[in-house]
């Protein structure tokens, strides 16, 4: 199975990055867009996996979620990877500070790479990814698409829990299935 580790977003959340995205998607522009229903923030790609390692992975996990306290995020602004100039994923962000959702994914990495799984090789910056580029833009296409979300909020994001995801990729898109939600329950 193709697995990932992520945490939801409330609908409000979703409904605004959705709103403030769809003038930019009218733009013809060829980008798969993310579906609104499948708008999360990625914590770590795990790839193909047996089921037995995505129990393993769920076990290890449960551990990294007894240290951390739940917390908020505030969703604003976007963004694009790699740059501007050639952007292949667009994405929604995070205000600062944002130091309790790094240390979660760092102790998500630190747990998995001792159960075996490899460590991402990225420097961890959390997104909500709301589209990938399917060919080149135009030019200045990712400026116009950062302008359009530069100082927009979108809400706020509880993190009292993060999940373990299966993705199936069909010819509809993603579809996500919940293998298991790991609740925060470190001490405030």
Do not use: C
Request: net charge positive; proline share 7%.
């Amino acid at each position: 199975m193709r697995a990932f580790l992520g945490i939801g977003l409330p609908g409000e959340v979703r409904d605004a990055v959705a709103a403030a995205i769809s003038a930019v998607r009218n733009t013809h522009a060829p980008v798969s867009w993310v579906a609104r229903g499948n708008l999360h923030i990625t914590m770590k790609f795990l790839g193909e996996i047996s089921p037995g390692q995505a129990s393993a992975a769920g076990e290890v996990l449960a551990a990294v979620a007894g240290g951390i306290s739940p917390f908020s995020l505030e969703a604003e602004g976007g963004g694009v990877f790699p740059g501007t100039r050639n952007p292949r994923v667009l994405w929604v962000g995070f205000r600062e500070p944002l130091e309790l959702v790094g240390e979660l994914q760092q102790n998500m990495e630190d747990a998995l790479s001792g159960a075996g799984f490899s460590r991402e090789g990225r420097r961890f910056h959390p997104h909500i990814t709301v589209g990938r580029a399917r060919g080149a833009l135009p030019p200045a296409w990712g400026d116009r698409f950062v302008q359009a979300l530069s100082g927009r909020k979108f809400g706020i994001v509880p993190v009292a829990s993060f999940t373990l995801f299966e993705s199936r990729l069909t010819p509809a898109g993603a579809v996500y299935t919940v293998l298991r939600d790991i609740p925060l329950r470190g001490k405030p």
